[in-house]
Nanobody
Framework: QVQLVESGGGLVQAGGSLRLSCAVSGRTFYRYYMGWFRQAPGKEREFVAA????????YYADSVKGRFTISREYAKNTVYLQMNSLKPEDTAVYYCAAVDRSRRYDDADENDYWGQGTQVTVSS
């Protein structure tokens, strides 16, 4: 059974940092993109960042470029999202996702697997 389990969310002041983790199990994701999406109340789920599990190539939404960093650790089967210089508009539920690399990593509808989400709240 495939599982993606997020952790690391919480409440932080504007300008602060958080690191989200996504522990993956149940299959090999070698040919996948691993990504992070977020969804704020009343808004659609939006792409945040993605990484090629095998090659390590990274992709970012313009809104987080230069502030967020996605990475993966083979030994722990874990994907991370380091979030710095957080802003109130970053407040959302953050989801880990996986999609075969033949499909679009930035389209939520294309992703095959999802975690349960973790809440990130940034206060002003």
């Amino acid at each position: 059974q495939v599982q993606l389990v997020e952790s690391g969310g919480g409440l932080v002041q504007a300008g602060g940092s958080l690191r989200l983790s996504c522990a993956v199990s149940g299959r090999t994701f070698y040919r996948y993109y691993m990504g992070w999406f977020r969804q704020a109340p009343g808004k659609e789920r939006e792409f945040v960042a993605a990484i090629s599990w095998s090659g390590g190539t990274t992709y970012y939404a313009d809104s987080v470029k230069g502030r967020f960093t996605i990475s993966r650790e083979y030994a722990k089967n874990t994907v991370y999202l380091q979030m710095n210089s957080l802003k109130p508009e970053d407040t959302a539920v953050y989801y880990c996702a996986a999609v075969d690399r033949s499909r679009r990593y930035d389209d939520a509808d294309e992703n095959d697997y999802w975690g349960q989400g973790t809440q990130v709240t940034v206060s002003s």
